[in-house]
C-alpha cells in the first residue's frame, strides 16, 4: 500500500507540473489519448510482471508484439484469412513462444537474459522477412475488427470518451489480482520468486509456474501487439514494438515489482505504466527534446532499483535487530 501511494503521488505530481506548465495536457483530446497509450502499455506490463515476479526477466515483449502485430493484417490482407481464425491464431502463436521460453529456461536451465534477448532479434527478424521488410496496414478495410481498439465510450466530459481498450485491461488487471492473491497457484508463484529452491523442496512445481509466467506474458505480448496495430492501423516491422520492453519493464518495477522475484502489485503496476505516459507526454508538451524519453526510462529504472535494494537492506537490519537478544 506504502508503494502504491508513493507512485500515485509521483503520478499526480506530475500531472500537475504537465498541467501548469502545458497548455493542451487537461484537453479532452489528450487525456483520452493519455488514457488509450496507458492501457495498451498497461496490458504489456502485466505481463512483465508475472515474469518479474519469478525472477526472470522477459526483453523480447517488444519484438513479440511486433511480430503478433504485423501478423494480423499481413494474414488478412495478404493472405485473406477470416478475422476469426487470425486472432485466435495469433494468440495461440504467442503463447508458443512463451512456452518456448520457458521449456528452454527450465528444461535446459539457461538464463533469462539470454533466451528472452535472443528472441527479441529472432521474433523481429521473422517479422520482417515474412512481409519483405514492408509496412503493413489494413488498406481501409476491416473497421469492424479494428473497433476492437478503436471504440469509444462517451462518459458526459467534453471530447473525452473512454478507450475500449480499458475493457481488457481491466479484465486482465482482476484476474491477475486474484490469481496471485487469491489462488493456491498465485501464492506458490510468489513463493517460487522468493525462494526457488525452497519451493521446489517443498513441493511447489516450480518448472510449470515458471514456464506459465512466460507463457502469459508473451500472450499479454501478443494481445498488446494485435490492439496496437487495430489502433494505429499501420506499422513498420523494422521499428514497430521498439523498446517496448523497456517501457513494460519500467512500469513493473516502478509499480513495486521487486527484480529479484516475489513481490507485486497489480495497482502498483497500472499506476507505473500511466506514469510513464505522462512523463512522456509531460516532456512533449513541455518542448523537451523526444529524446528525453529514453533518459527518462532510464532513470526510473535505476531509482526503482535502487529504491528496492535500499528497501531490502533495511528490511536485513530490522530482522538482524528484532532476532538479537
Request: charged residues 15%; contains cysteine; proline residues 3%.
Given at each position: ?30 487525456l483520452q489519448n493519455l488514457t488509450q497509450r496507458s ?127 480499458v475493457i481488457p485491461l481491466v479484465l486482465l488487471a ?141 528490511r536485513e537490519r530490522r530482522a538482524e535487530r528484532a532476532?538479537?537478544?
Amino acid at each position: 500500500m506504502k508503494k502504491n501511494l508513493g507512485i500515485l503521488g509521483i503520478l499526480l505530481a506530475v500531472c500537475v507540473v504537465a498541467s501548469i506548465f502545458g497548455d493542451n495536457f487537461l484537453t479532452g483530446y489528450n487525456l483520452q489519448n493519455l488514457t488509450q497509450r496507458s492501457a495498451l502499455f498497461g496490458i504489456l506490463a502485466l505481463g512483465a510482471s508475472v515474469v518479474i515476479v519469478t525472477g526472470g526477466i522477459d526483453l523480447s515483449i517488444g519484438s513479440v508484439v511486433c511480430l503478433a502485430g504485423i501478423s494480423v493484417p499481413w494474414l488478412l490482407v495478404e493472405h485473406e484469412w477470416s478475422p476469426w481464425a487470425v486472432v485466435p491464431a495469433v494468440l495461440a502463436g504467442s503463447a508458443l513462444i512463451g512456452l518456448f521460453h520457458g521449456l528452454l529456461i527450465t528444461r535446459l536451465r539457461l538464463q533469462p537474459f539470454l533466451v528472452t534477448l535472443c528472441g527479441l532479434l529472432l521474433y523481429r527478424g521473422i517479422a520482417r522477412w515474412m512481409t519483405g521488410d514492408q509496412s503493413q496496414g489494413f488498406q481501409g478495410e476491416f473497421d469492424s475488427v479494428r473497433a476492437l481498439a478503436l471504440a469509444r465510450f462517451p462518459v458526459g466530459l467534453e471530447a473525452y470518451s473512454v478507450p475500449a481498450t480499458v475493457i481488457p485491461l481491466v479484465l486482465l488487471a482482476a484476474a491477475l489480482a486474484v490469481f496471485l492473491r487469491r489462488t493456491v497457484w498465485g501464492r506458490w508463484l510468489l513463493a517460487t520468486g522468493r525462494n526457488e529452491s525452497a519451493a521446489r523442496y517443498s513441493g511447489i512445481p516450480t518448472d510449470r509456474l515458471v514456464t506459465g509466467a512466460y507463457v502469459a506474458c508473451s500472450l499479454f505480448a501478443g494481445l498488446g501487439g494485435m490492439l496496437f496495430i487495430f489502433d494505429i492501423g499501420s506499422a513498420q516491422p523494422s521499428d514497430f514494438g521498439n523498446f517496448y520492453e523497456l517501457y513494460a519493464i519500467a512500469a513493473a518495477v516502478l509499480g513495486g515489482c521487486s527484480l529479484r522475484g516475489g513481490e507485486a502489485s497489480v495497482v502498483g503496476v497500472l499506476l507505473g505504466a500511466a506514469t510513464l505516459q505522462v512523463l512522456r507526454t509531460a516532456i512533449i508538451l513541455l518542448g523537451l527534446s523526444s529524446q528525453l524519453e529514453f533518459a527518462v526510462i532510464g532513470a526510473v529504472l535505476l531509482v526503482g532499483v535502487s529504491a528496492d535494494e535500499l528497501v531490502r537492506r533495511l528490511r536485513e537490519r530490522r530482522a538482524e535487530r528484532a532476532a538479537a537478544p
